[in-house]
């Protein structure tokens, strides 16, 4: 077999320009190299010689993956498994730019055998007889020349009058309230009508889906429309709405349509499901619609490959006036990829595809069934007929879209929480877990594809769209069982997390003024907290930067705690700030234990900051006060040792002969105290005094078990730990290696009876420990000194110099 030379090496340009791009394929470049690809991301003048391929491929390698390299990390955006199907269509767009340079009669052939084989092939696989096709990039486009061919068809006198025709009787295009958002539009611009010929239909609301279009409410509206003077021109229906997936009553509204002679358009995703062998009535009806548009690119995988609209109509000059069907033969290219893709699939390999996502939804839906946390879109709906419930129940088995949320009512069930704990606002509380849920499945099952979508009446939920991704991203039954298992996981600490935020709310009000309870329900955690400081006297500006800088440290130390729980400042674009967000928490959680802890180092940052506030004021008093006592301690040491002694030679000789003992004793700066104390009862008892030493303060001992995490209780109804927890200043050992943090939290060691003193103990411990850690040292003046006082953890202090 004859192969024209051109054609293959357009294959292998195409192959080893994937495998270049592909990531990872590429082997490091050497250091000049890589950083002359790596300022090709900077703009500059375009080279004088020109470059080969592979430096060109090299080239978009670097932009593609730039900010992997910066970061020193993959990327975490989802990419597109391009198979050997994909490849096809990426050679078809290499083609297309070959055969274009063909002569114009081997180009119209050929180009017309590529338009008659994808358009009999689409026609015969989605059940459309004796349709048409238009291919179009945007998926947006063949609806906009459908709606043209419509008003050319409606409005005879439309080719030659122009807009001036569409005075005498204006033009309704009726959508679904559920439909894809800006869809209408869009057509409006582009067709220049105006946003009054766009008719929205409400949903159900009685009975029935609530993303399905109300048929009675739609044929009340078009006898309006008509009775006014207005012409019904087009109605756009969904064979799986954007949101939910549900499918409209398309036999009714095909109904509606043939009386009032209207235009009957359907689009969604649910229209992938007529490939298969066996097709649910509702989706069936499609078949009898006047123009479709399929998207087979996405759900076949195939990257850059254009949408379709499959239609019928009769005239052709007509289809060419609205641009349906074209007579230059290089825009009919455009079909060329997925004429390639198709072949190369084969009617199998579609038709598997199609049934492969269609088994993942049912896969999940099974799994979340089973689930007594989670919703599934058939319990979301609203009460119905009987004939409603099993079109609904037969809809929801062969819809390939799964809509699931985490249930407020069945968690408060099963944990036995209080109904009371769910306030007002409830609603946005769930439409947050919900949201964190669905963000934390993508990141822990990337290629399960699943997302989050916002929904009128239902709020936030999960979507699993398998015909939209599961190509694309390679989806598989072990991803399922993944995204379960992940799901599983995650269930029990929402449900935890949210029965406990009531008793964090009370916890919180118990430890007023000093903590103050955040109200934010767009927050998936256990709450949000402020610790308010003293600010009497203060004006509003001090008070705000106390706040701040009180609040900021008190995340840092409760950040190096050690436990599972993650403190954070909240929303990206909250609206409150200077606050401490506690994210998840499990059932075993400790909320007053947490709160108090908070509390605590609160309370420790505001005192240690009123510490040094103070410490200039204290250290300069003393400072002159010390040099008051030396000016007083050289007098009196001049007059009991004489003029003699102070003479350079004559004082040696007469020290040697007869030596003096001096009745000045040495000074010691109390810090806590303010004050100079004399040094000569600690030369007597070698030993410090005035005050206990840390080792005979009480503290707070640790009863944590081994590998126990903070604010963890040990068992329900266990004895061996206390309800009520206190902070203790942890003592470092002698190398500082301690592991124990400052602030860690420890339960009381005394008895019940006794743990009011020792949370008095504790604190009055943990002050004097801050107050003690500053040293201030005199300077020494001849033989006399003033010495400061050192509190050291053994109850050591530093020895007088000179002595």
Known sequence: MMVDRTLAQVGRNLSDAMRILGDGQREPEAGAERWRLSRASIPGPLQGDGQDVATILHLVHNLIHDEEEEEDKPSQHRMQNVGEQGHMALLGHSLAAYISVLDRERLRKLTTRILSDTTLWLCRLFRYENGSAYFHEDDRDGLVKVCRLVINARYEEYASEGYAVLSTKQPVIYQSASGRPGLGQHLCSQLGLPLSSLCTVPCNTIFGSQHQMDVALLDTLIKEDIEAGKLPLLLIVNAGTPGAGHTDKLARLKDVCDQYSMWLHVEGVNLATLALAQVTSAI???????????????????????????????????????????????????????????????????????????????????????????????????????????????????????????????????????????????????????????????????????????????????RFSPLLTAAVLGTQQENIEELAEKLAQLLPMMCSTMCLRQDFREETHRHSPSLAYIQDLSWPGLGAVRYEPQTEGMDESRRKQELEKINTELLKKLQDLDTDIVFSTGPEFGTEEHCVFVGMVTEDVDVSELVDTVAALGRDIEESGRLLENMTEVVRKGILEAEQQLQLANEEKLMEEGMLRQLPLVGSVLNWFSPFQSSIKGRTFNLAAGSLDSTEGTYSTKAQTGR???????????????GQKLFRRSGAGSESFSETSSIGQAEEPPGGGGSTPSGSVHPPACPPAAEEDAHTAGDAAAEESQESSLQVHTPVVEEEEVTSEERQPEGQEAEPSGR
Request: with cysteine; charged share 20%; net charge negative.
């Open 692 to 706: 206990p030493s840390l080792q005979e303060t009480p503290t707070s001992s640790s009863k944590k078990l081994p």
């Open 284 to 462: 069936m009806a499609a078949t009898r619609s006047d123009s479709m548009t399929l998207t087979p690119g996405q759900w076949l995988g195939l990257p850059a490959v254009t949408a379709v609209t499959l239609y019928r109509h009769e005239d052709p000059a007509l289809s060419l006036a609205a641009g349906l069907t074209c007579s230059q033969p290089v825009a009919r290219l455009r079909a060329l990829p997925l004429w390639l893709s198709l072949q190369y699939l084969g009617h199998n390999g579609i038709v598997q595809k199609i049934r492969h996502a269609t088994a993942l939804s049912q896969q999940l839906l099974q799994k979340l069934k089973a689930m007594t946390s989670i919703k599934t879109s058939d319990v979301l709906q609203t009460e119905m007929s009987l004939a409603e419930a099993l079109t609904m129940v037969e809809d929801e088995l062969s819809s390939p879209v799964v809509l699931f949320k985490f249930s407020q009512e069945t968690s408060a069930a099963s944990s036995g929480g209080s109904v009371e704990g769910y306030c007002a606002g409830d609603k946005e509380v769930l439409d947050a877990f919900n949201r964190w849920l669905g963000e934390q499945l993508v990141q822990l099952v990337p290629s399960s594809g699943v997302d989050v979508v916002e929904l009128e009446d239902e709020g936030t939920c999960v």
